[in-house]
């Protein structure tokens, strides 16, 4: 994928997520998360380009018109959204039309629908927020309503940007509930995260990126336990401890991200293993001997004799 000047965002990227099920994104910031997003969606910016397909439940979204499956089949939430709602009219009026645009429900089984909405994004007193307008609700009470618009249309796929950013515990709970809840009801969730809480509680396979390119995928749980790939490992040690994680302070990692377009690894000059390959030769998967659906691209984790993984798990 790359933007006007050149910039290579993403690469060789391949994501698959089940029916009912959630993919957690992982990666610091610059990693490309959004980007893959904006890509699913079609919504990159002007002059982006993009070779690939999104399939949905088989179908190539490519040869639709977006009309029948944008906000419908496939919802968004953007990761900036600060200005995402339309400032002219009422938060509840937005969802309602959303209901009766992509559910084809009347005026008043929408407005119903629309508060029903609101509630499950754990929001109270949904009442007075429905007949607000965006600029006399708190950013957490914006985020929320927005989920509330994505969720409006119950689509098939959720692509969340790190839905919970900016939002007190307990709001976070709640979102993360709700999103649990509809997985629960069969909806495929792309989850872009840096809560490793979050991505523990509701993710089934997790994908870590750097770089705009894949290090390491596999079963959430595997991989949140067992990281291989050095950058997974730095990444997990980074983020300050959470209910069940390791008490050791969070430890930042040094150096700066990958320039665009290196030849090897794109963590080699950060990484504390690094092999003289590394610097001129990108690593293929390589399976993990005992978990043979985790995937490392990582020369020293190369294992004699293990299969080489094919790509999404
Ligand atoms: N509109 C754009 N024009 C040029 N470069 C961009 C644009 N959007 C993102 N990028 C670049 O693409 C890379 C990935 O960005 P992004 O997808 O936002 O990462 P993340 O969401 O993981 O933080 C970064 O190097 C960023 O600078
Ligand atoms: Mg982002």
Redesign the pocket.
Known sequence: MS?PGN?Q?LRDLSLRVARGSALALL?E???????AVAAIAGLL?RGATARGQVLLAGEDLGRLDPGQWRGRRVATLF?DTGDALDPTMTVGAQIAEVCRLRLGLGRAEARGRALHALRRVGLTDVGRIASAFAHQLSGGQRRRALLAVALAAEPELLLADEPTAGLDGTSAAQVAEQLGALTGHGMGLLLVTHELGLVARLARQALVLYG?TVLEEGAAPELLLRPRHPYTQALLRAVPPGPGRATEPPRPLPGRGPGPSEPGCPFAARCPEVLPVCRHQRPPAFATPDAPTHLVHCWQRETPGAPVGQGAP
């Open positions: 933007f910039v965002a990666g910031s610059g990693a490309g998360k959004s980007t910016p990761q705009g």
